[in-house]
């Protein structure tokens, strides 16, 4: 046991990821509790500041899925409550859910991404239409295109667009999210996931979804997505994934475990599709699976992650 100290497990929350937040949740407390160590599962829906009060929690183990758990809020206020955390701090959990800032520094950082353009809502919705002729104006790379909401997670509010007349639908579901969508060139290949642990790349799965994409079910749903580990890529390309994601973890300065999603296109080149700061921590989630096949088990990783806590500097 690294600590005698008392860990509050949070999960839950009010995003659109709740269920599958509660599921990763349980599976911590589970372990932590094999372990021996002195946990609690706190479900982080309303009144979380009196709840974590009231459990008198010294450390906090987030496995909380987007909005306020991984966007950088619940760590400002673990900060101000002067309660430590596992995972990124304020600024790089705050960064790496915003696809649009993100991709700013993964640009500044010669990180490939996909060619995309942001398309703000005050922009192009009006009288209850929304001018789709504008966006298709200012994308300057060919259809297919991926409509996605700048600030989710889970493939929530994303859409392939094989026809330009098929955008405005799109647009509309991806803004019922937020104020911000990301219109990207679809890249057509492989899908490559790469886990970091403690600024080390543990390698990687490939996912094959039986449907169009990773949407929502192919994500949760057994049997709709195979996964390969290791992915059937060439050495050099793996080797390159690896220190992408490495590279992507450090410039957006996170800590812990986190996994980095990749498409390589036909003639191999990567193009980065985001860093997810609190990955899916089910037993059968990909980072765990990741992990498993580098040696660390499930009990293992978990208290890898909760050093992250208490050690405290990237
Ligand atoms: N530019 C793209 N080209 C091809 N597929 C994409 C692209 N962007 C997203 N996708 C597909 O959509 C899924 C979700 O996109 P992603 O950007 O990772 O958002 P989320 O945060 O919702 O996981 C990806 O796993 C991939 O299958
Ligand atoms: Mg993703």
């Not at 079910?217 to 220190?243: H, M, Q, R």
Request: net charge negative; aromatic share 6%.
């Amino acid at each position: 046991m690294i600590t005698d100290k008392r860990i509050g497990v949070l999960a839950g929350g009010t995003s659109a990821e709740r269920e599958v937040s509660l599921k990763s949740g349980s599976a911590v407390y589970k372990a932590l509790s094999g372990l021996g160590y002195d946990a609690v599962f706190i479900d982080v829906s309303d009144g979380v500041c009196e709840k974590l009060r009231q459990e008198g929690i010294d450390i906090a183990f987030i496995v909380l899925h987007g909005g306020h758990g991984e966007n950088g809020a619940i760590q400002g206020l673990l900060e101000v409550m002067g309660i430590p955390y596992t995972g990124s701090g304020i600024l790089a959990s705050a960064l790496a859910m915003d696809k649009e800032a993100a991709k700013m520094v993964f640009l500044h950082h010669d990180i490939p991404v996909a060619p995309y353009i942001v398309v703000r809502k005050k922009d192009v919705c009006g009288h209850d239409r929304i001018n789709s002729q504008m966006v298709t104006a200012l994308a300057d790379f060919p259809l297919p295109w991926v409509v996605k909401p700048a600030t989710e997670g889970s493939s929530i509010g994303v859409n392939i667009v094989r026809e330009e007349g098929d955008i405005a639908d799109a647009l509309k579901e991806a803004f019922a999210y937020g104020d911000r969508v990301l219109v990207e060139e679809f890249i057509k290949g492989k899908e490559v996931q790469i886990a970091i642990l403690d600024n080390r790349s543990l390698g990687g799965v490939e996912v094959r979804p039986l449907r169009e994409f990773y949407d929502f079910e192919a994500k949760y749903t057994p049997g709709l997505t195979n996964y390969i580990l290791p992915p059937e890529i060439s050495e050099l390309t793996y080797d390159v994934l690896k220190a992408l994601a490495l590279r992507a973890h450090t410039v957006l300065g996170c800590r812990g475990a986190t996994r980095v999603d990749f498409i390589v296109d036909e003639s191999n080149n990567p193009f980065l599709l985001e860093v997810n700061t609190i990955p899916g921590m089910t037993e059968t989630s990909l980072l765990p699976k990741i992990a498993r096949s580098a040696k660390i088990e499930f009990p293992d990783l978990i208290e890898k992650i909760l050093a992250s806590a208490i050690h405290g500097e990237i």
